[in-house]
């Protein structure tokens, strides 16, 4: 069945936006995207914030996981090396916030391609395993560090605009007046974090129109007729682990900005693995589309699912995290069942009937 215009050339099937349904589309989400920071409270600008960051830790794992097929329950332990890099050189080098961004994707990026390096003959349950003791590792090295990491206690994380000296330098948190517009702290890191999820997902969507994308779509599907194809599957999978944990540490530096002051556990532990997968399992694996929507669907509805659930029987006795915990469970485990494109496939429904209207398939 149909699920887009046809298409008569190659440039036309390469088009990042091939009509004018795209392209409005394009115009009337980033207008809606610019806007939401002055029309939200301030509540819920704190949870579009954290939608921004999941986000693009969401799309790191979808390089992994999705594209390559490298099952992966140690993307905490990524994103928990990428905050805690941000929250040491803040405050011990007094580096501005700007280069910790870059800092905790490399620091992030290089424990991804060690472990890739011992995972190349691991797949499925077996990797799985392999990257949840990452997880319990990465714990036991920050709780092990506290004149670093500040152990049990946490740290505070600074955001400065500079490089600190001796005095107090300017800081990214301060309101600033822009063109006369106030900006507080949560406004300024809003469009931060939207300039971030947006360049991620572009490049995330460039990997999977590249021949490196095809690879590790290939490598997935079957490792053993793409090597056959002359694809390098070890090349593919060290890729894959090396963006995707870069990736995921640019979203630990940004999660560290949002939160001012870090623990190891909570929230760096297996709770927010399963998290991330269940995002791109929500929204659609194997697709940029599923790990923005999904990541967006958690976080937003993750307030909404606490309301809910306390009008619910039985799920009233319990904690607010654990009604929403349910309740998504239960979205989930029914999206496996029904639609296991996730939210993917209900675009895709919607798709199939405009452009077959007014004939049904």
């Not at 390089?63 to 050189?89: D, E, K, M, N, R």
């Not at 990452?134 to 004149?147: A, D, I, M, N, T």
């Not at 940029?288 to 039985?314: D, K, M, N, Y």
Request: aromatic share 10%; with cysteine; net charge positive.
């Amino acid at each position: 069945m149909p699920t887009r215009a046809l298409v008569t050339s190659h440039e036309q099937d390469l088009a990042l936006y091939p009509d004018v349904w795209h392209r409005l589309a394009m115009v009337l989400g980033r207008a809606t995207a610019l806007a939401f920071p002055f029309l939200a409270s301030a509540r819920w600008v704190g949870v579009g914030n954290a939608a921004l960051v999941a986000v693009v830790g969401a799309l790191a794992l979808m390089i992994l996981t999705g594209f390559c097929g490298q099952v992966s329950l140690g993307h905490a332990a990524f994103l928990a090396l990428g905050a805690y890099t941000a929250a040491v050189l803040g405050q011990k080098l007094g580096l501005p916030f700007w280069l910790l961004l870059p800092a905790s994707g490399a620091v992030a990026a290089t424990t991804g391609l060690a472990v890739g390096v011992f995972a190349l003959r691991l797949k499925g349950l077996s990797l799985a395993i392999v990257t949840l003791g990452l997880v319990l590792l990465v714990q036991h090295v920050l709780l092990s560090l506290p004149e670093w990491t500040g152990g049990l206690s946490g740290t505070a994380v600074p955001m400065h605009l500079g490089f600190a000296g001796e005095g107090r330098a300017p800081s990214f948190r301060d309101t600033s007046v822009l063109g006369g517009v106030v900006l507080r702290f949560e406004q300024k890191l809003y469009f931060l974090f939207l300039l971030l999820a947006l360049a991620t997902a572009q490049v995330t969507h460039n990997v999977q129109r590249t021949h490196t994308g095809r690879a590790m779509m290939a490598v997935r599907d079957q490792d053993l007729a793409a090597a056959a194809m002359g694809v390098d599957p070890t090349r593919a999978k060290l890729l894959a682990f090396g963006l995707s944990s870069s990736l995921a540490g640019v979203a630990g530096a940004m999660f560290a900005f949002q939160q001012q002051y870090l623990t190891v556990e909570p929230p760096f532990d297996l709770g927010m693995s399963i998290q991330y997968v269940a995002m791109i399992v929500l929204g659609g694996i194997g697709t940029v589309f599923g790990a923005v929507a999904g990541a967006l669907a958690f976080t937003f509805l993750t307030p909404l699912a606490e309301e809910v659930g306390s009008a619910l029987p039985f799920l009233d006795r319990l904690s607010s995290a654990q009604q929403s915990t349910v309740l998504f469970a239960a979205v989930v485990l029914a999206f496996l069942v029904f639609e296991p494109m996730g939210l993917f496939g209900l675009w895709l429904r919607v798709k199939r009937y405009f452009v077959a209207w007014p004939f049904s398939y």
